[in-house]
């Protein structure tokens, strides 16, 4: 897969990963929406980290990202906080907490939108 292919997937897989979000809140499937949200910003981060060159293949290489796109590129300081919000889904799957535990009260797409949005225009 080529360099702009393997971008194009993430980038439609993230929003797909978001719709998801709705599907699995009908169902009442409050851990698999908290997931989808998770995986829905980790392949946004990995489609901008892909289109530069960058590592993506572990938590902390997404977090390295999103501060390269901070301090190296001009990024809002909201993709920090949206990637913090995101990283709280993945609490919630990974370490099985309750939602409130990790100190969300709902699953939002909200941040997780803006988080892609973000991404996408500093293309």
Excluded at 57 to 71: H, K, Q, T, Y
Aim: hydrophobic share 45%; glycine share 6%; net charge negative.
């Amino acid at each position: 897969m080529t360099t702009t292919d393997a971008v194009a997937h993430y980038r439609k897989e993230s929003w797909r990963l978001l719709s998801q979000v709705d599907v699995e809140l009908e169902r009442g499937e409050i851990a698999a929406a908290s997931q989808a949200l998770w995986d829905a910003a980790e392949c946004a981060i990995k489609a901008a980290a892909e289109r530069r060159g960058w590592a993506h293949d572990s938590f902390v290489a997404l977090g390295d990202v999103i501060i390269r796109l901070i301090d190296e590129e001009g990024g809002s300081i909201d993709l920090n906080t949206n990637f913090i919000m995101a990283s709280a889904f993945d609490r919630v799957v990974s370490q099985q907490i309750p939602l409130h535990e990790a100190g969300i009260r709902y699953c939002s797409k909200g941040p997780i939108k803006n988080l892609i949005h973000i991404l996408e225009s500093m293309d």
